[in-house]
């Protein structure tokens, strides 16, 4: 299967921006949807953003218009450019896919402080 490693993340004050990166181990033109997870301490994981072969995306309410997700096939990467954070965006962010299962990569924590 295709493994997914994340970078980009760091620790920010509110209203900065930070891109994270996702890069393939082989390639996702197959892959239908390409999302990005978050997970805080005491919250489940949610679904932030996700984006389809053809490019359409979808964002969950928090992060509508600050948040946008993009991919480039020829490249293996999936990108999160996140502006105007807040510090309830702090969590530990994961790129991940479905094709039979779920695939996962290891995270990359975001910390936005006020």
């Known amino acids: 299967q295709v493994q997914l490693v994340e970078s980009g993340g760091g620790s920010v004050q509110a209203g900065g921006s930070l891109r994270l990166t996702c890069a393939a181990s082989?390639?996702?033109?197959?892959?239908?949807?390409m999302d990005w997870y978050r997970q805080s301490p005491g919250k489940q994981r949610e679904l932030v953003a996700s984006?389809?072969?053809?490019?359409?995306?979808n964002y969950v309410d928090s992060v509508k218009g600050r948040f946008t997700i993009s991919r480039d096939n020829a490249k293996d990467t999936v990108y999160l450019q996140m502006n105007s954070l807040k510090p309830e965006d702090t969590a530990v962010y994961y790129c991940?896919?479905?094709?039979?299962?779920?695939?996962w990569g290891q995270g990359t924590q975001v910390t936005v402080s006020s």
């Open positions: 984006i389809s072969r053809g490019g359409i995306t």
């Open positions: 991940s896919y479905l094709k039979l299962f779920r695939y």
């Open positions: 082989g390639s996702i033109s197959s892959i239908t949807t």
